[in-house]
């Protein structure tokens, strides 16, 4: 038990719960690729096109959230030594969150109310179906540490991001809420990218990075750092929105977690990758190197977007941080862990008695690899594409999506159809 570092493995859900979530967002990931190759330059033009929001929320809601709720329902129990409550239940909230992202995409394609308030409804039980459970295991956790402070305020992020989000459906089929558009849109944003998501993988980082590939502990500083100014950047996100104020205000109150995503916590993260004590090569490794290298140029054109007017800024912005960073760092996780849990839940029993495959030969690394260099080269084509307004790009960049997205779901279908006893 010694590398578990204090873990509860056989506190975790039934194998099914993550594993669903995940094939789940290895399908969406295929349709935001589908959706790029078909729509071209025009789900990557300028951000109010119906296909820019379209791609945007596969990638978000569709793929990344997927991954992120099914690897709570993992996570919380394990991590944070608290079992979920219900854990069946998650499968009633991963049919409400397709069948809500199914209705957002009809909403933002024809504009119909019915559909927009379709979505607003079903993501928002989703996530109350998901936030209650998993809040009630949070708030009880016996565990100490960043890593659970650090999920306890992503859980908070999620729960404001999709109220937020569903607040902006109903705006968008031009009923009135008492929010005004430009605030919310500013905090829906901002806190999906810098809490939800980037909150989410800096707080996973500081207990993955030592568990699986032999990194020191995270330094206390520029883990607790940048959780802190995660905490600031959701009390300004809900400021925003809540007193309908400038959106400059959220953007000054999240500057210091923009600083924690797109800078220190990538450094960190190099520095623990070096000095990690066995210093073993592993290409899941590089993807991690790979999403610490791209937040930073998120970053940058964030900075850019700022200044400059010009859409192409804020969309290769988002399709940076979102795909570059987020979309790469998951597929790497998977690319470790699934193969860990698979092998827990198949082998962990009969070890001793009957022969046992090798963990690694449940995802084997030359799926690692090509998934890899296919995930980094639609991160890469994309952001060529939407740099130069080439609409052959943008679709050739889709049709790696799809490579991408058909090699995670190999590795996931060979992780997790493992034969339970070897030849
Ligand atoms: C789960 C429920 C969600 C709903 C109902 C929702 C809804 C919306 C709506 C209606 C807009 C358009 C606002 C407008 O009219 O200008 C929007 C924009 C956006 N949302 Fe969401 N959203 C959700 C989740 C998320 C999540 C989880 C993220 C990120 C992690 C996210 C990221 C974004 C981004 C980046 C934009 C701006 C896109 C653009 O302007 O082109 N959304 N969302």
């Known amino acids: ?20 979530f995940f094939v789940a967002a290895a399908v969406a990931l295929a349709a935001a690729g589908g959706w790029l190759l078909y729509h071209g330059l025009g789900a990557v033009a300028d951000r109010y096109l119906p296909g820019v929001l379209g791609l945007t929320h596969l990638i978000t809601v569709g793929h990344l959230g997927a991954v992120m709720l099914g690897a709570l329902y993992q996570m919380v129990p394990v991590v944070a030594g608290a079992p979920v409550p219900a854990p069946r239940l998650a499968y009633a ?4 969150w397709i069948a809500g992202l199914l209705a957002l995409l009809v909403g ?29 295991a949070l708030v009880r956790a016996p565990t100490r540490g960043v890593t659970v402070a650090g999920l306890r305020v992503a859980v908070l992020g999620f729960a404001a991001v999709v ?18 558009l430009l ?13 939800w998501v980037a909150g989410l993988v800096a707080a996973v980082s500081w207990q993955v990075l030592p568990m699986f590939y032999t990194a020191p502990a ?22 925003t929105a809540v007193l309908g104020l400038a959106p400059t205000t959220a953007a000054a109150g999240m500057l210091p977690a923009a600083l924690g995503a797109f800078a220190v916590a990538p450094a960190t993260w190099g520095w623990l990758i070096r000095h990690r004590k066995r210093r073993r090569s592993d290409p899941s490794l590089v993807f991690w190197r790979a999403a610490a290298a791209a937040a930073p140029v998120a970053g940058g054109a964030w900075a850019v977007a700022w200044w400059r007017p010009e859409p192409r800024w804020l969309v290769l912005a988002g399709w940076l941080f979102f795909v570059g960073f987020g979309v790469t760092v998951v597929h790497g996780m998977l690319t470790r862990i699934v193969p860990f849990l698979a092998w827990f839940h198949r082998f962990s029993a009969v070890m001793g008695k009957a022969p046992v495959p090798p963990m690694r030969q449940l995802w084997p690394e030359a799926r690692v690899q090509a998934g890899l260099r296919i995930q980094l080269g639609a991160a890469l084509l994309g952001a060529v594409a939407i740099a130069t307004q080439s609409d052959a790009l943008a679709r050739l960049s889709g049709l790696a999506l799809v490579g991408a997205a058909a090699v995670l779901g190999r590795g996931l279908y060979g992780a997790l159809r493992a034969p339970a006893s070897p030849r």
């Open 1 to 20: 038990m010694s590398m578990m570092g204090g873990v509860r493995p056989e506190q975790g859900p039934p194998l099914t719960v993550p594993a669903s």
């Open 108 to 136: 933002f394609g024809t504009g119909l109310p019915a559909a927009l308030h379709a979505a607003a409804a079903l993501l928002s039980l989703a996530a109350a179906l998901f936030v209650a459970p998993v809040g009630w």
């Open 218 to 239: 995270a330094p206390r500083g520029p883990s607790w750092t940048s959780l802190l100014a995660v905490i600031v950047a959701l009390g300004a996100g809900v400021a």
């Open 163 to 180: 109220t937020l989000g569903a607040l902006m459906a109903f705006i968008r089929s031009g009923v009135s809420v008492g929010v005004p």
């Open 183 to 195: 605030p919310a849109w500013a905090a829906h944003v901002g806190l999906g990218a810098l809490v």
């Open 93 to 96: 909230v991963l049919a409400l």
